[in-house]
């Protein structure tokens, strides 16, 4: 089934996990899956080597969760600094497991690789990819875009320029970058409309968990932190429990207010830790269906 289906049908809940850098991590990743499944997410995904990282435990868990269990399962692929051939295998591997969705992402490149790296050529942008993806396979297709801009975009027009090209070459809802300001993802809402984008676009929801790691985590993005949320998260920078506390009181409220604004579904970046996440959607009654 392909998600769009899911979307034209209800409002989704989607959980974002990312693979470990060891094999002995495999495991502990499953069981966060497995902890969440109570919420009856209407889909899961796995990072490819976010942020430069590991790619190596990506296929072997979306594959395990579409095998082991009876999740929806969306593989995360990005197309930097690699061949069209790997990619093309990549996806040949993922159609021959039962996978059905793919988010077509560019990547950011590996941290130990050069400036300009084998493949870099073949497929330069997220488009590449999703071009490549549409004339050869049948995945449903996703797409990345960003309420407060792409960091290496020069405005907010080109951005949503680009966006709508994703649509126009086959993707068939965009899920965004984190944000801490609703405002952001409404004035997104708004200009994709302007630009002819039509296709659902699904906000991205991070619960912050450490004052250091969000701050690392947004300046690498471009997203930001509101001064006030900011001074909170600074007060109590060495107390990671209560700054967690502050991530699930901040994130409910930014997915009440998105709910209630009739968004077509909220992804949360898990960040393989089911507490914060669990206790949101306790907060919210939302088990992953539009009861809401
Ligand atoms: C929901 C989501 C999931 C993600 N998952 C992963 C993951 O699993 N692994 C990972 O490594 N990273 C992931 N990322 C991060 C993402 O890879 C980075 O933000 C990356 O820098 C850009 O990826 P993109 O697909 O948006 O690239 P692109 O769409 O290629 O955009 C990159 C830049 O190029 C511009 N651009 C886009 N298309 C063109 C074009 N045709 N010609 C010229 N310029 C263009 C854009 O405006 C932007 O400035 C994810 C991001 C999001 C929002």
Redesign the pocket.
């Known amino acids: 089934m392909k998600i769009k289906d899911i979307i034209s049908d209800r409002r989704t809940i989607s959980f974002?996990f990312f693979p470990p850098r060891e094999a002995g991590g495999v495991p502990g990743v499953i069981d966060v899956v497995n902890r969440l499944r109570a919420h009856a997410p209407d889909f899961v995904s796995v990072?490819?080597?976010?942020?430069?990282g590991t790619r190596a435990f990506t296929e072997e868990i979306t594959m395990r969760l579409r095998r082991e269990t009876d999740l929806m399962v969306m593989a995360?692929l990005?197309c930097v600094a690699q061949s069209r051939s790997d990619v093309h295998q990549v996806l040949q591997r993922l159609d021959a497991a039962g996978i059905e969705n793919v988010?077509?992402?560019?990547?950011?490149r590996p941290q130990d690789s050069v400036a300009s790296a084998p493949g870099d050529a073949e497929f330069?942008?997220?488009?590449?990819l999703i071009q490549h993806i549409r004339s050869n396979f049948d995945f449903g297709i996703a797409?990345?875009?960003?309420p407060e801009g792409?960091t290496?975009?020069p405005d907010l027009d080109?951005?949503i320029s680009?966006a709508r090209?994703?649509q126009d070459l086959g993707a068939e809802f965009l899920?965004?970058?984190l944000f801490y300001d609703n405002a952001y993802f409404y004035d997104l809402v708004d200009r994709a409309q302007a630009a002819g984008i039509t296709v659902p676009i699904i906000p991205?929801v991070l619960p912050i968990l450490s004052t250091p790691q969000i701050r690392r985590f947004t300046s690498l993005?471009g997203a930001s932190i509101p001064p006030e949320l900011d001074a909170r998260l600074e007060r109590h920078a060495d107390d990671n429990r209560a700054v967690r506390e502050i991530g699930i009181e901040y994130a409910t409220m930014q997915a009440e207010d998105l709910w209630a604004n009739g968004v077509p579904g909220i992804?949360f970046y898990v960040l393989n830790r089911a507490y914060s996440v669990s206790h949101i959607l306790r907060n919210l009654n939302i088990m992953g269906h539009d009861g809401a």
């Open positions: 974002e990072t490819y080597g976010a942020g430069g995360h990005t988010i077509a992402l560019r990547g950011d330069a942008h997220a488009t590449d797409g990345a875009c960003y792409h290496e975009s080109t951005d680009y090209m994703k899920i965004t970058q991205g993005c992804h």
